[in-house]
């Protein structure tokens, strides 16, 4: 079985760290939320020795998408978006595939589980890969979560995405957030389980009060 590439890049104002996932066996790539500098992004593809055949989307917010349009006039991709997603933030662009949770993706021959996990949108989705790794996109962060106060954004339904998807992970799993606000680019489930304050809510009620502040 092929080892997964991930490559993660910090980009942007807001501290996005967008990614290329690669099958070193077939050298096809995937982007992750393509946005800010997709010359950048593509010219680290073509040094790497990959083809991009495949785009990525944990969700539709601008500093997640706005480099979409211009990475389609470079690569004519298919784009793997949640079919959940908020109908505004939506891109209007050709090639959107609606995928859920009872999908896979793939990279070359490396697969992906879909994990849908609303909470900072209504489409929300992470991407978990082999040897445990998981793309956790505005879900969750290195000591941190998502926003939930945004258009299409609830914070009950951010609660059951942590607490009853993310956290049944193994401990081992190795988080790489959607943005560098940790101490940390990456960190396993079972130290965040430990540090970070959104993972250690004893309910819905302390979760909704003491951390988000509704």
Known sequence: ???????????????????????????????????????????EAKRLGYKITKVFLTHAHPDHVNGLEKLLTLHKVPVYISKFEYPPLRPRLQGLVDVTSKDKLSVGKIT????????????????????????????LFIDGCGRCDLPGGDPAVMYHSLYEVLMKL???????PGHNYGATPTDTMGRQKQTNPYLQCRSLKEFLVERMGF
């Not at 092929?2 to 070193?24: H, K, M, T, V, W």
């Not at 992906?112 to 879900?139: A, E, K, R, V």
């Open 112 to 139: 992906f589980d879909i994990l849908h996990t609303p909470g900072h949108t209504p489409g929300c989705q992470c991407f978990l890969g082999p040897q445990d790794q998981l793309i956790s996109g505005d879900t």
């Open 170 to 176: 193994p401990d081992e799993t190795v988080i790489y």
């Open 1 to 43: 079985m092929s080892r997964l590439l991930i490559q993660q890049y910090e980009i942007g104002p807001l501290n996005n760290f967008l990614y290329l996932l690669g099958d070193p066996e077939t050298r096809e790539m995937a982007v992750v939320d393509p946005a800010w500098d997709v010359d950048f992004l593509c010219r």
